[in-house]
């Protein structure tokens, strides 16, 4: 489904990795590690179409995505470092505009229910800076709950969050994964996934 | 699925600029009241002579209207920048040039539509008889739009750049100029007792040209700056 070829990226002279292949099916996952700096980030925004390889190509069912363009971004959801929540809107009020925005509106009381599964249940109304990091973290990944998209690339996802909501969230990329979806996800800590996931090392 | 153009999220995107901005007053007020004071001070600097006042006063208001609208547009796309919803917008299935286009929209109808609005009262003060201010309220109506397509090709290639506002307002006031010349043109015509409506014909064809070739440049400029 998801197919990496001969992928190269590089920050001004210097490579980040080189001729990296891989290949994701549906049900699967695959864990990217390595050190701080060493391109997890470069790679996940190449791999979500964000930015080009400097040599390669990314397929999604056989296709380059180049060319698929908004097919290919039907099926992504992409939870990058930064939250895309603005902070003087709610959470509601964020997630209904960013499920318009990406495509597949959503009544407010179905956001509610996603925030009351992510655990913020009387925070709905609040303005988003209100909230700690953690918060902002469960409700930027509420998205997860209310956009159905086969293919989530999670950057960091992890970060800031306590034991309770890991414990949601790698439930929650099991039972997608169940579902036949697939995930490309980087973490310095473990995640206890039902099946293992593939791993790639990068920078070493 | 249904939104093939994307119109469901460009009205997304205006209803949530709108909003964000009644939560942010003072950022939306800004350039308005900007264009107030700027506006209002040229007849005390000037004195009360008829003659020179009605002379100067298209200008003056053209030139006003400028530089209101390109006082917010630093603020066009910096902060989806910084907080991520730019890049969930590429994202976004909706062809981007729709997203460009509804952000436009909100930053003439938060910044534009009130200038329209409130020229021709402002034009009071520098006695402008009525038929120019009729005049006056349709090439802003017409020319406003344009200030806000060109500023956010300029505002999306200063996109993540330090003192981006004065590199914008270099990028953005010589492409300004056509706007300026044919709207001050129009209401000077009028006062001249000629017709206007060469003159707002090619404000609307530049209207048309901007709105056609500024989404485009401005999807370009946004997918360079996320790279």
Redesign the interface.
């Known amino acids: 489904m998801l197919e990496g070829v001969n992928l190269q990226a590089t920050r001004g002279e210097r490579s980040l990795f080189a001729r990296l292949s891989f290949q994701v099916e549906t049900g699967e996952c695959l864990f990217v590690q390595g050190e701080n700096g060493s391109g997890k980030t470069s790679l996940l925004r190449v791999l979500a179409g964000l930015t080009p390889p400097s040599a390669g190509t990314v397929r999604w069912k056989g296709s380059p995505v180049q060319q698929l363009r908004d097919e290919f971004r039907r099926e992504l959801l992409y939870c990058g470092h930064l939250s895309g929540l603005k902070d003087e809107l709610s959470a509601i009020e964020n997630l209904v505009a960013g499920a318009l925005l990406a495509g597949d509106p959503v009544a407010s009381c179905v956001v509610r229910e996603a925030l009351h599964q992510a655990g913020l249940q009387g925070r709905d109304d609040l303005p988003v800076r209100f909230l700690s990091q953690g918060q902002r973290r469960r409700v930027s990944l509420a998205r997860l709950l209310l956009q159905r998209r086969a293919l989530w690339i999670l950057d960091e996802p992890l970060a800031a969050l306590d034991v309770q909501a890991v414990r949601w969230l790698v439930g929650l990329i099991d039972s997608h994964l169940r579902s036949g979806g697939l995930a490309v996800i980087t973490s310095h800590q473990d995640m206890a996934l039902v099946n293992r996931p593939h791993v790639i090392r990068i920078g070493v | ?1 249904s ?1 093939i153009f ?1 119109l ?2 460009l009205s ?2 205006i ?2 600029d709108v ?2 901005a009644m ?2 007053k003072t950022d939306a007020l800004t350039p308005v009241i900007f264009f107030v004071i700027v506006v209002s001070l040229f007849p005390l600097g000037i004195g009360p002579e008829r003659d020179t006042l009605r002379q100067i006063a298209p200008g003056i208001l053209w030139v006003a209207a400028l530089l209101a609208s390109m006082l917010s547009l630093n603020r066009l796309f910096e ?1 989806d920048y ?4 730019l ?9 981007l040039g729709m ?1 460009v286009i509804g952000k436009v929209g909100a930053h003439w109808l938060l910044s534009g539509a009130p200038l329209v609005l409130l020229a021709p009262l402002l034009a009071l003060q520098f006695d402008l008889p009525a038929s120019s201010l009729s005049v006056l309220a349709i090439s802003l109506a017409i020319g406003t739009p344009v200030l806000s397509l060109i500023g956010a090709i300029g505002a999306s290639l200063t996109l993540g750049l330090r003192g981006g506002g004065v590199l914008v307002a270099l990028l953005v006031l010589p492409l300004y100029v056509p706007v300026l010349i044919f709207g001050a043109g129009s209401v000077d015509a009028v006062a001249a007792g000629l017709d206007a409506v060469s003159h707002l014909s090619l404000l609307a064809a530049v209207l048309v040209l901007a709105g056609f070739f500024a989404p485009l440049a401005t999807t370009v400029a946004l997918r360079i700056a ?2």
């Open positions: 699925m939104d994307g469901a999220a997304g995107v209803r949530r909003r964000l939560r942010r902060q910084a907080d991520g919803t890049e969930q917008l590429v994202l976004s299935p909706a062809p997203l996320l790279e």
